[in-house]
């Protein structure tokens, strides 16, 4: 045991001495573990954040899309019959109660529409690119089958939300 002696000449024992709290090392090390954790945790929460941002905008544009599909499918099995079909972004057809209908993917607005509605959203385009009505009348006194192409395109994430 080591002793010392104090100005008043008595005798101090280190052993005596308590150690209380912890020395400075161990609070540096303790901070930087802490900081790896709060910057891997924040990091993960982002990047899922990011990614359900992302499904969630993809799930839009799918439905968007099926939808399109649907009302303009609908509207042409219904069909009375085509009167101008040729390979173009329209295709007109006199529809179940004997009206004109007319279907357009106008590339420039990117929108897909008939000549009452919109068919898709504000945040998502379409027509980007290529005939969108293609027309096949390849077996004589059997209805045409009509082709139908469109790419859609989501917007910006800030649309979605």
Do not use: H
């Not at 090392?25 to 945790?41: M, N, Y």
């Not at 173009?88 to 057809?93: L, M, V, Y």
């Not at 027509?127 to 989501?154: M, Q």
């Amino acid at each position: 045991m080591k002793t010392k002696k104090n100005t008043s000449g008595n005798n101090i024992s280190f052993s005596n001495i308590k150690r209380n709290g912890f020395t400075l090392i161990e609070q540096l090390v303790a901070v930087s573990i802490l900081a790896l954790v709060l910057v891997t945790g924040s990091r993960l929460f982002f990047t899922t954040l990011q990614s359900k941002t992302k499904l969630e905008s993809m799930s839009v544009l799918k439905q968007t899309g099926e939808y399109s599909l649907i009302v303009m499918s609908n509207l042409l099995k219904n069909a009375q019959g085509i009167t101008s079909c040729e390979e173009s972004n329209s295709i007109e057809f006199t529809n179940s109660d004997g009206g004109i209908t007319t279907l357009t993917c106008d590339e420039s607005l990117g929108t897909i529409s008939s000549n009452s509605a919109i068919l898709i959203s504000d945040y998502v385009t379409g027509c980007n690119g290529g005939a969108a009505f293609i027309c096949n009348n390849t077996v004589e006194g059997k209805p045409p089958t009509v082709e139908i192409n469109f790419t859609l395109t989501r917007g910006s994430v800030a649309d979605i939300l």
